[in-house]
Each structure stands twice: as C-alpha cells, then as structure tokens.
C-alpha cells in the first residue's frame, strides 16, 4: 500500500463553500460551544484520515502557521 502525505495545496473544488460552510457552524454559539465544535471535528477528520504520519504532518504544518 502506497503510503500517504499531507496534501497542501489547494484541493477543495469550492474552497469558499466550505468557508461559509465553516463559519455557519458557529453561528449562534458561544465560544466555549465553538471549541468544542472544532474539536469534534478535527477528531472526525482525523478519524477519516487514519494515517498518523499525516495526521502529525498536518499538526507541524498547522502549528508553523501560528
């Protein structure tokens, strides 16, 4: 099996539906409601990677950013 990397290039067809799709998820709640959100979901992303290399690759490249 062919083994994965972490895609960093654009490569969402509609990068900015996603976006809002993004924001409307918080919309109404409150921060402490937020956190939690996106912490869900980047488990559930995460999940559905399943590769611990990208998923560790993902978090130096997140974590750089900042």
Known sequence: ???QSLRLKA????PDDVYQ???QMHDG???EDSLLINA?????L?????????IAEAIEAATKQV
Do not use: F, P
């Open 21 to 23: 799709m993004l924001l």
């Open 46 to 54: 995460a999940n559905h990677i399943g590769d611990q290399d990208v």
């Open 40 to 44: 869900k979901l980047i488990l559930i």
């Open 1 to 3: 099996m062919k083994k």
């Open 11 to 14: 490569n969402i067809e509609a």
């Open 29 to 31: 709640r409150s921060d």
